[in-house]
Nanobody
Framework: QVQLVESGGGLVQPGGSLRLSCAASNSRFSFNIMGWYRQAPGKQRELVAT???????EYAESVKGRFTISGDNARNTVYLQMNSLRPEDTAVYYC????????????WGQGTQVIVSS
């Protein structure tokens, strides 16, 4: 069973930085896409950033210029460097990985809490 394990969340002041990490275990294949989603209280889960195995990047408009996604495809790991954090970035951040075999299969981490507050 594939598991995604996130780390790096926490409490940070506005303007601060955090780096999230996600590592996949028990995977026999590399993922087509890895990325990060977030869910704030009372809101739907939304895309933050993704990276494909070919290096294609996608960012939510709200994080462009502040967040940077990177990954190591061979190790099935993905990172999210978050700078200039704002209170509205407060959410549970989830790692996501997609592998396309006969059909796309999604895997999710358990989530890591990020709180931006003074």
């Amino acid at each position: 069973q594939v598991q995604l394990v996130e780390s790096g969340g926490g409490l940070v002041q506005p303007g601060g930085s955090l780096r999230l990490s996600c590592a996949a275990s028990n995977s026999r294949f590399s993922f087509n896409i890895m990325g990060w989603y977030r869910q704030a209280p009372g809101k739907q889960r939304e895309l933050v950033a993704t990276i494909s195995k070919h290096g294609n990047l996608e960012y939510a408009e709200s994080v462009k210029g502040r967040f940077t996604i990177s990954g190591d495809n061979a190790r099935n790991t993905v990172y999210l460097q978050m700078n200039s954090l704002r209170p509205e970035d407060t959410a549970v951040y989830y790692c996501n990985a997609v592998v396309v075999l006969v059909r796309p299969i999604d895997y999710w981490g358990q989530g890591t809490q990020v709180i931006v507050s003074s």
